[in-house]
T-cell receptor, first 113, second 112 residues
């Protein structure tokens, strides 16, 4: 069965610090997708990235970067030079091939000025 | 504007009453989902639908019902059988099952 674990419940940093959010997943399928979402205080989830199981290339988008390692079943998310606007709950999610999305419990990130 | 619309944003219900949460999308997506979020917890899947006139139970379907008569619409009914209905409900859609989902703004349901 598929499962997503986000062991970090809450992280607090000071602005301009780098921060990494961990995501570990379990799946028996060889074809799957991994996702990251951001949930600001307004409540709506915002899609950030999708990665498929056949593409282990790391991705960078501005201050955001993602590290996908199949060997450790991890899909970690790093924010470089964090800003107050990055404060939110971040969710990692997994779907097996063409199946439903399953979410982790989320990591609350607080960035203090 | 393309997107997903949930209504109402806030909903109060008396114990023992059924209530229906609306979810409409104009993204031409085949798949739609309902998730429940409790304070400090992740998203738990209630129901999902791959295509019109078809839907499947998620992990916590008891006390809920859905219909998918139109591609654009996936309403969720919270019945009186749901013992702890107070929560934040999120609707989402994706082009097809398994791809990235896009979410509505959510409905916060409170039982009074």
């Amino acid at each position: 069965a598929q499962k997503v674990t986000q062991a970090q419940t809450e992280i607090s940093v000071v602005e301009k610090e780098d921060v990494t959010l961990d995501c570990v997943y379990e799946t028996r399928d060889t074809t799957y997708y991994l996702f990251w979402y951001k949930q600001p205080p307004s409540g709506e989830l915002v899609f950030l990235i999708r990665r498929n199981s056949f593409d282990e290339q790391n991705e960078i988008s501005g201050r955001y970067s993602w590290n996908f390692q199949k060997s450790t079943s991890s899909f970690n998310f790093t924010i470089t030079a964090s800003q107050v606007v990055d404060s939110a709950v971040y969710f990692c999610a997994l779907s097996e091939n063409t199946d439903k999305l399953i979410f982790g419990t989320g990591t609350r990130l607080q960035v203090f000025p | 504007d393309g997107g997903i619309t949930q209504s109402p944003k806030y909903l109060f219900r008396k114990e023992g009453q059924n209530v229906t949460l609306s979810c409409e999308q104009n993204l031409n997506h085949d798949a739609m989902y309902w998730y429940r979020q409790d304070p400090g917890q992740g998203l738990r899947l209630i129901y999902y639908s791959q295509i019109v006139n078809d839907f499947q139970k998620g992990d916590i379907a008891e006390g809920y019902s859905v219909s998918r008569e139109k591609k654009e619409s996936f309403p969720l009914t919270v019945t009186s059988a749901q013992k702890n209905p107070t929560a934040f409900y999120l609707c989402a859609s994706s082009i097809f099952l398994g791809r990235e989902a896009f979410f509505g703004q959510g409905t916060r349901l409170t039982v009074v």
